[in-house]
């Protein structure tokens, strides 16, 4: 079992449609990390949250420490939002960090 | 105010040769994280580097595999003999500091042999 799952692993929404990713973890955290990947392309850090709750646009990721889970909400999805959404964690025994397989959203005009 | 830089993008090398990917950090960062990223599969921690000195090269694998990051210049991470196995996209990350701050990550290298 891997020590970041995300899920779903495939999304397929159309405009306008409310995104939810989730992540769950197994291990102690020091902070998670929401990451974007587009195809052929760099990482973008989108958030880095060690509780609560963090809004940049149409964007919020929160997290419950308790549970060891997280979720990314995309608000009013757009085309443009179609990429990899990787949920990574910094463990507190360590500096790396540990990535989750990713979830390949693809948003319908 | 550049963000992390890798180059090159695009690297072709035929197996045995060497693989040299080079890192700059983002101004004022001494912290520098190398990823790897396998086809069709996640992102793995490989090494962890301050100025000078190797932190954390638990995720390397034991032989070929080198990292620096020295005083001047930017952190290398060095393949020798390629394998096609090594076929891979390369991504750089610098932070900061250690303590819990953001990591911001380079656009990568891939990495192809034939």
């Known amino acids: 079992k891997n020590e970041v799952e995300q899920s779903p692993q495939n999304l397929t929404a159309q405009e306008g449609e409310f995104i939810t990713i989730n992540c769950s973890y197994s291990v102690g955290i020091s902070a998670l990390h929401w990451l974007q990947q587009h195809p052929g392309g760099g990482i973008v850090s989108l958030f880095m949250l060690s509780s609560g709750k963090k809004k940049h646009g149409r964007l919020i990721a929160t997290i419950n420490i308790q549970e060891k889970h997280s979720s990314l909400h995309i608000t009013a999805s757009h085309p443009r939002d179609s990429a990899v959404y990787i949920c990574a964690v910094r463990e507190t025994s360590g500096s790396r960090l540990t990535f989750g397989e990713g979830t390949q959203l693809t948003v319908n005009p | 105010n550049a963000g992390v830089m890798q180059n090159p993008r695009h690297l072709v090398r035929r197996r045995g040769q060497e693989a040299r990917l080079r890192c700059s950090p983002m101004k004022g960062h001494s912290h520098v994280y190398w990823y790897r990223q396998l086809p069709e599969e996640g992102l793995k921690f490989m090494v962890y580097?301050?100025?000078?000195?190797?932190?954390?090269e638990s995720g390397m694998p034991k032989e070929r595999f080198s990292a620096e990051f020295p005083k001047e210049g930017p952190s290398i991470l060095r393949i020798q003999q390629v394998v096609r196995g090594d076929s891979a996209a390369y991504f750089c990350?610098?932070?900061?500091?250690?303590?819990?701050?953001?990591?911001?990550f380079g656009d990568g290298t891939r990495l192809s042999i034939l």
């Open positions: 990350a610098s932070s900061p500091t250690f303590s819990n701050q953001p990591q911001h």
């Open positions: 580097l301050q100025k000078e000195n190797i932190i954390d």
